[in-house]
């Protein structure tokens, strides 16, 4: 059964940054698309960033430009960095494998962002 651990989270300042991991505990983690989630209080989860087997990536407007996720298949886990961070950006943050009509995973823990004004 696959496992999903996110890390890096914690409290900043407006324009700092951080950088998150989500580390697969499974197989297969190379053969799968991994995208980035976040879900602020009240609102719906929502994918922020995807990165595909080949390495493309996609992301949501409102991240463009100021994050960047990547992967790195030999310690099956894929990240998250996050720079000029806004309060906007405050959210529980989750990693997950997207298909077309959802989810592959049951979701992890999330990590927890708070950023500051």
């Known amino acids: 059964q696959v496992q999903l651990v996110e890390s890096g989270g914690g409290l900043v300042q407006t324009g700092e940054s951080l950088n998150l991991s989500c580390l697969m505990l499974g197989s297969g983690f190379d053969y799968f698309s991994w995208g980035w989630y976040r879900q602020a209080p009240g609102k719906q989860r929502d994918l922020v960033a995807s990165?595909?087997?080949?390495?493309?990536?996609q992301y949501e407007d409102s991240v463009k430009g100021r994050f960047t996720i990547s992967r790195d298949d030999a310690k099956d886990t894929v990240y998250l960095q996050m720079d000029s961070l806004k309060p906007e950006d405050t959210a529980v943050y989750y990693c997950?494998?997207?298909?077309?009509?959802?989810?592959?995973?049951?979701w992890g823990q999330g990590i927890e962002v708070t950023v500051s004004s």
């Open positions: 997950n494998s997207p298909t077309s009509d959802g989810i592959r995973f049951l």
């Open positions: 990165i595909s087997y080949g390495g493309n990536t």
